[in-house]
């Protein structure tokens, strides 16, 4: 697999002085051409804000980002971005929220309207054209947004907790449509979660970051066949999967917790 | 019970109500001599005073007048306050230029200033807008300043990931998401321009509803002070229910189940 994407040594400090906060250190990883990565670590790692820095929305520190050989320096439409937060834009309808960055390229109306029904039908949600963001459920926005994303035909696809905020059943079948509509079109996808089921059945390579400040601790390939359903929550490999990173994850829990007590506690902090 | 709902029906009723005791009250002071009509007129006699008031005292080119002047001042405040707080919402240097200014200015009392512009303006028709303009034009730019910075910071970061520009940002996120909260301000800040208005007429006019008000009470006509105040209140309701009925058509997407 070409790398399509390498993360080198990118840090990431927030504020100065005493009241810095280092969010990330030293990350790297490398996505290949066409690979579905997942990235799974305790809330407040730094998830949000690597997938901020590939996108260009945040400065690394230091260390780089590229991209099929070149360095990002800022946001562009090559790097699309699923949020956790409901971001369609309340004031246009599905359909103009999918032809959204289409528009803003300038192309023409026709082309914009077939992308759109394209990925209307895609997402299931013919019928649903005109309506607009407040009349959908949690989980048809966030559809319309991957729908919206995918539309402007991004190298890289970049999703933060997309489906963070759904109940468990909505959040099952969103995985299985995001899958099937990633078979079809194979973009390269970087998926941040913190629930370890969804890293390992989406993922061809699940990232398990380390507690604040944030680094990959370990790599773990995923080898089940694709295309996949359901039932391989139960197989024994996924379960192995799922239990080899539950123990690295219990490990940096205990750091967290410890680490937590050791700032509520300033005298032991030399010990 | 604390917030539950009621019917539309009993809803309605009371608000009638609350009118109808007003009236029975009104009529029970007077009619029933309680009150001298010198301080109190009777509500036929009210009826009687608008009629002469629109037939023989001109009561509608003193109405024309007072809407033009507060309708000039305060889109002159409009037309400054809603892209400057707009940019000061949005651009923390223009937030860190003018807040602290027109915090500052927004506590001294448009009415203390009427003497202020009477000398430099004299008392024609640019000192009465400049008293409505500046009783809206500090408060209007900073609550747009607010809702401005209540747009999400993750709608605009989708913007940029979708391609569009820093500057297209404002055309095509900051201001329509915006909207519906400027509407707002400026729905709430014409109410306060309308008196202002009052203010300015009353202290120095020769036409509008504030002069008509003032002559009335020289003369001692207290029917004509009420129908002149009346009147004010009637055209802020009809001005109210236009802004509502401009929010409904201008935003169909936020009557369709919220914000989101
Ligand atoms: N804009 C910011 N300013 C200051 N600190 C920030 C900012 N964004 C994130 N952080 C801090 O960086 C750390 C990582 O944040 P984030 O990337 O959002 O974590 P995650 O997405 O994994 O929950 C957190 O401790 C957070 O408080
Ligand atoms: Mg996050």
């Known amino acids: ?271 | 019970m604390p917030k539950e709902a009621i019917p539309a029906h009993v809803y309605a009723l009371c608000s009638v109500l609350s009118f109808a005791l007003l009236l029975l009250g009104w009529s029970a002071l007077t009619y029933g001599k309680y009150v001298p009509p010198l301080f109190l007129p009777a509500p036929d006699e009210i009826v009687r005073s608008a009629v002469t008031l629109f037939a023989e005292f001109g009561l509608v080119t003193d109405i024309i007048d007072s809407v033009l002047r507060v309708t000039a001042g305060f889109l002159l405040a409009a037309a400054i306050g809603v892209p400057l707080g707009v940019l000061m919402g949005s651009l923390k240097v223009c937030e860190a230029f003018f807040e602290p200014f027109l915090g500052f200015i927004r506590y001294m009392p448009a009415s203390a200033f009427i003497p202020l512009f009477i000398l430099w303006l004299g008392i024609g028709e640019s000192e009465k807008v400049a008293v409505i303009f500046f009783g809206t034009f500090f408060q209007l730019t900073l609550m747009v300043m607010d809702v401005t910075k209540n747009v999400s910071m993750d709608l605009i970061n989708t913007a940029y990931t979708l391609g569009v520009s820093q500057r297209g940002v404002f055309r095509r996120v900051i201001l329509p998401a915006s909207m519906p909260g400027i509407v707002d301000t400026l729905r709430i800040t014409f109410g306060w321009a309308w008196t202002y208005l009052v203010v300015a007429e009353i202290v120095a006019a020769s036409s509008g509803l504030g002069y008509m008000i003032m002559q009335s009470q020289r003369f001692l006509k207290t029917a004509h002070i009420i129908v002149g105040i009346i009147v004010i209140g009637l055209i802020g309701i009809a001005i109210d229910v236009f802004f509502k009925w401009l929010y409904g058509r201008l935003f169909p997407w936020l009557g369709k189940g919220g914000t989101a």
């Open chain 1, 1 to 271: 697999m070409a790398a399509k994407l390498l993360v080198e040594s990118v840090s990431k400090v927030f504020g100065d002085g005493g009241r810095a906060v280092t969010a990330l250190e030293n990350t790297d990883f490398t996505v290949g051409e066409s690979e579905f990565i997942t990235i799974l670590g305790p809330s407040g790692c730094g998830k949000s804000t690597i997938l901020k820095i590939i996108a260009g929305l945040t400065e690394p520190s230091s260390g780089r980002v590229t991209l099929d050989g070149r360095a990002i320096s800022g946001p562009g439409r090559d790097r699309g971005m699923v949020f956790q937060t409901y971001t369609l834009f309340p004031w246009l309808t599905v359909t103009e929220n999918i032809e959204f960055g289409l528009e803003v390229a300038g192309r023409p109306k026709a082309e914009r309207r077939e992308v759109a029904d394209h990925y209307i039908a895609k997402i299931g949600l013919r019928g649903f054209e005109s309506a607009y963001p407040g009349q959908l459920s949690g989980g048809m926005k966030q559809r319309v947004a991957i729908a919206r994303a995918l539309a402007n035909d991004p190298q890289v696809l970049l999703m933060d907790e997309p489906f963070g905020a759904l109940d468990a059943q909505t959040r099952t079948v969103m995985q299985e449509l995001l899958l099937g509509v990633w078979e079809e079109s194979h973009k390269t996808i970087l998926f941040v979660t913190h629930d370890v089921e969804e890293a390992v059945f989406m993922g061809d390579t699940v990232y398990v970051m380390t507690a604040r400040p944030g680094r990959i601790k370990a790599r773990i390939a995923v080898p089940l066949p694709r295309p996949r359903s359901y039932d391989i929550k139960v197989s024994d490999v996924f379960l192995g999967i799922k239990k080899e990173i539950l123990a690295l994850i219990r490990e940096e829990s205990w750091k967290a917790a410890n680490s937590l007590e050791l700032m509520g506690d300033g005298d032991e902090k030399d010990v």
